[in-house]
């Protein structure tokens, strides 16, 4: 059970971490940090919902670049059968893809929050471990609906992909609870109880998890 997904996640890391396409996506990550502390007055800091819209903000197209990059591998080899003739269940491909998704994108993480604290002015305060759970969460479900979106995109006509820009909206709540927690991480005042977003963005992983899980199979074969 699983030994599809493993295997799926392994070669897809060996192909992204010798290629350029982690590096571009980091670099789009870090420009984007780049440009916005070009835009902060001298001497001025930025605030900390502001450097923690930025981080997720890069994260984001980050995942946007990984998954198409993933689907890309078989697309362009013309493997996708191979995998579709496999006799393990189609959901192991979507749990291989977002495991390399998550792990791709948290190592670009792994840059773009230095970058933030150098370039933003920020610093990090004693909430940082409700921000480690939060990273775990919110990159959990940027994995699973990035995981949809690749499938989207693969495959179809430039205006049938289209419909992948769909899946951003989805992920506007997710990432409001990110920014909320983030914020104070990078020393905002909190507003609100910060175990009632780790909360929600839980119970969104868990639903849209589900909702995946369900929808890839047609997604990707294009079943009816």
Do not use: H
Not at 127 to 137: A, C, R, T
Not at 142 to 154: D, E, K, N, T
Not at 157 to 162: I, Q
């Amino acid at each position: 059970m699983l030994k599809l997904a493993l295997a799926l996640a392994r070669k897809d890391l060996s192909l992204a971490l010798r290629g350029a396409g982690l590096v571009q996506s980091i670099l789009l990550g870090l420009l984007l940090v780049f440009m916005f502390s070009l835009s902060q007055k001298t001497g001025s800091l930025a605030s900390g919902q502001m450097a923690a819209a930025i981080f997720w903000l890069s994260s984001l197209f980050c995942q946007t670049l990984v998954f198409n990059m993933l689907f890309a591998f078989e697309e362009t080899q013309g493997a996708r059968t191979c995998l579709l003739l496999s006799p393990a269940p189609v959901t192991d491909i979507f749990l291989g893809k977002a495991l390399a998704g998550f792990v791709l994108i948290f190592l670009a993480q792994i840059l773009f929050f230095p970058a933030i604290i150098v370039f933003l002015g920020q610093t990090v305060s004693q909430s940082w471990p409700m921000g480690l759970v939060m990273l775990f969460l919110t990159d959990t479900g940027l994995a699973c609906l990035g995981a949809l979106l690749g499938a989207l995109s693969q495959g179809q006509t430039a205006r049938e992909s289209l419909l992948s820009l769909l899946v951003f909206p989805l992920l506007a709540p997710l990432l409001l609870a990110a920014i909320s927690v983030f914020a104070a991480v990078f020393g905002e005042q909190a507003g609100e109880d910060l175990t009632s977003w780790i909360g929600f963005s839980a119970a969104f992983d868990a639903i849209f998890l589900a909702i995946a899980l369900l929808l890839f199979r047609f997604v990707y074969t294009g079943d009816d």
